[in-house]
C-alpha cells in the first residue's frame, strides 16, 4: 500500500510526519537536528531514501546533512559554498553596492533521475549545484553572471533564491525565482539565464514593468505541462503558458492577492491553490481566517477551502516553501504555518486536519509519495 | 593535548561529549588550536570560522582562564594554562537571539 512521508523544516529543527495512504493517523519523527533552523529537507525522486537537509544556524552557519534511509538515520555533507570567482557587489537596501555573501541554503532540489545530483539555491542569491551527493558543491556562475546580478536586491527576508523547478520535459531547461530580482530560466543546463519576468507589474520598485527587481514569492508547474508556470508574486497571482516569457494576472476573485505560497494538484493541471494574506505588512489571512484558495481553472475563478481550518482569531502566516502536495488517487495537499501547525487534505483541499498543532514555525513542508 | 570545550550545537553536530582533546603540534596559538580540531571533526568546518577567510564566526566567542580572546590575532599564543592541558579553550556560541 502507498504511504506518505510529510518532510517539515522549522526553526527549530526538523520533522517527518508519516502515514499510510489512508492519511488518517500520522506518526511524528522529530525534531531532528533541534536547534537549528532547517530550511528544507527533500528527497530525490529517483531514490526516496535519499533525503537532504539544509540546517542552518545564526550562530554556526551552514551545515547539509543527508540520510540513505528517509531520514532515520543522517550524515553531515558537504557544507563549502563558495562563489565562483569574485564574487563582486548587488544592490543593499540603502542602494549602495553590498558585498555577495553566503548566508544559508533556502532551498534544495535534487535532480529528477540521478541522486546524487543536487541544486541548492542560497541566499546571497545564486544557484550551486553537487554531483557527489552534496560532498562539494559548485557555483552555476552564469546566473549572477548574466548582467542584472548587481542589481538585484534584498526582500525583507535578504536576497534568497527559494524557488527552482526542473523540467521533466527537457533536461536543460529550469527555472528559478529569487526575492528580489523575479524569475529566470534557463535552456542550456544552467550556462546562460533569461529573466523571465515580463507581464509582471509591481508599485514598489522605481519602472513597475523592470525586467528585473520584482519580488516573486514562488513558482508552480504541473510536470505533465512545463511550459505553463504560476507564481505567487508579492502582490499578484499570475500565470505564463510559455514557460515564463510572458505572464498575466489570474487573481480574480482572491480576497487579497497577496501571498506566498502556490502549489499545483497532482493529477489537474488547472487546479491551483494559494493562501491570500491580508497585506505585505500584516502577514496573516484576512479577518483572522485561514482560508486555502482553490481555482480549478487556472486561476481568475477561486474557491474558498476552510472546512477544517481555524476559522477565527488566526493570525499566521505561510511561507513560500511551505505547501506541498502528495501523489495519491486522491491528491493530499500540506501546509505548514508560522504557528506551528502543519494542516493536511486528503481530498484536494474539501477538508483539512491538523497532523500536528505545536511544532516550531514551519519554513517548508515537501511530501513524499511512497509506494 | 589540548582541550577544548564545544557548545552543545557543535557538540551535537560532532557527536562528541562537551570537552574534546586534540594534538597540537608546535606553537598553541587559536589557529593552531582550531586547525587541529577541524582536522580532527571535519564536520566542523565552517560552523567557527569561515572556511576561506578563516575568520571567527560573528557570534562565535573564544574563551580561555576567564578571558575572552575571541579579538586576539590568530597566531597568538593561548595562556600557558591551556598549553599545559590544565584549562580548557572554550568555544562559545555567544548569547544572541531566541
Known amino acids: 500500500m502507498s504511504s506518505v512521508r510529510v518532510l517539515v523544516g522549522t526553526r527549530k529543527g526538523g520533522f517527518i510526519l508519516t502515514s499510510d495512504g489512508t492519511r488518517d493517523r500520522w506518526s511524528v519523527s522529530g525534531p531532528h537536528f533541534g536547534g537549528w533552523e532547517i530550511y528544507h529537507i527533500k528527497g530525490s525522486p529517483a531514490d526516496p531514501n535519499r533525503l537532504y537537509a539544509s540546517q542552518s544556524s545564526g550562530w554556526f552557519g551552514q551545515v547539509i546533512q543527508r540520510s540513505n534511509d528517509g531520514g532515520q538515520s543522517w550524515e553531515p555533507a558537504g557544507n563549502q559554498f563558495t562563489y565562483e570567482g569574485v564574487p563582486g557587489t548587488h544592490q543593499w537596501y540603502d542602494g549602495t553596492p553590498h558585498p555577495w555573501e553566503f548566508k544559508r541554503v533556502w532551498h534544495l532540489e535534487p535532480s529528477l533521475d540521478d541522486p546524487d545530483v543536487i541544486y541548492a539555491g542560497v541566499e546571497d542569491a545564486a544557484l550551486f549545484r553537487s554531483t557527489d551527493g552534496a560532498k562539494t558543491w559548485q557555483e ?21 533564491l527559494h524557488t527552482i523547478l526542473l523540467d521533466p520535459a527537457n533536461a536543460s531547461r529550469m527555472f528559478i525565482a529569487i526575492s528580489a530580482a523575479g524569475a529566470f530560466r534557463t535552456d542550456d543546463g544552467g550556462q546562460s539565464w533569461t529573466p523571465i519576468n515580463k507581464g509582471l507589474r509591481s508599485q514598489y520598485i522605481p519602472d513597475p514593468n523592470a525586467e528585473v527587481g520584482h519580488c516573486v514569492h514562488r513558482l508552480g508547474m504541473h510536470p505533465s505541462r512545463p511550459n505553463v508556470l504560476f507564481m505567487q508574486k508579492h502582490w499578484d497571482v ?16 482572491l480576497p487579497t492577492d497577496f501571498g506566498f505560497v502556490l502549489d499545483v494538484h497532482a493529477h489537474e493541471p488547472e487546479t491551483i491553490y494559494v493562501v491570500p494574506i491580508k497585506s505585505d505588512s500584516e502577514h496573516y489571512p484576512p479577518d483572522g481566517k485561514l ?34 502536495v502528495d501523489a495519491l488517487d486522491s491528491c493530499g495537499i500540506y ?3 508560522t504557528g506551528g501547525q502543519v494542516y493536511g487534505s486528503a481530498n484536494a483541499g474539501d477538508s483539512w486536519s491538523a497532523i500536528v498543532r505545536d511544532l516550531p514555525p514551519v519554513l517548508s513542508v515537501e511530501v513524499q509519495t511512497l509506494k | 593535548m589540548i582541550r577544548v570545550a564545544l557548545p552543545q550545537h557543535l557538540q551535537t553536530l560532532a557527536r562528541v561529549g562537551a570537552e574534546v582533546e586534540v594534538p597540537v603540534s608546535g606553537a598553541v596559538t587559536q589557529r593552531a588550536v582550531l586547525d587541529a580540531l577541524e582536522s580532527r571533526y571535519p564536520v566542523l568546518r565552517g560552523t567557527i ?7 571567527r564566526r560573528a557570534f562565535v566567542r573564544f574563551y580561555a582562564c576567564e578571558e575572552d580572546l575571541s579579538h586576539d590575532p590568530p597566531d597568538t599564543l593561548l595562556p600557558d594554562a591551556v598549553v599545559r592541558g590544565v584549562e580548557p579553550f572554550l568555544i562559545i556560541g555567544a548569547l544572541a537571539g531566541g
Request: glycine share 16%; charged share 20%; proline share 5%.
Open chain 1, 140 to 160: 552555476m556562475p552564469g546566473l549572477r553572471g548574466h548582467g542584472s546580478g548587481p542589481n538585484w536586491t534584498p526582500g525583507a527576508g535578504g536576497l534568497c
Open chain 1, 335 to 337: 501546509f505548514g504555518t
Open chain 1, 291 to 324: 482560508r486555502v484558495y482553490r481555482s480549478r481553472s487556472g486561476g481568475n475563478e477561486w474557491e474558498a477551502l476552510s472546512k477544517g481550518l481555524p476559522q477565527e482569531n488566526c493570525y499566521v502566516n505561510i511561507l513560500r516553501d511551505a505547501m506541498s
Open chain 2, 49 to 55: 570560522r569561515d572556511q576561506t577567510t578563516f575568520k
Open chain 1, 238 to 253: 499570475m500565470r505564463s503558458d510559455n514557460a515564463g516569457d510572458l505572464w498575466t494576472e489570474v487573481s480574480g476573485n
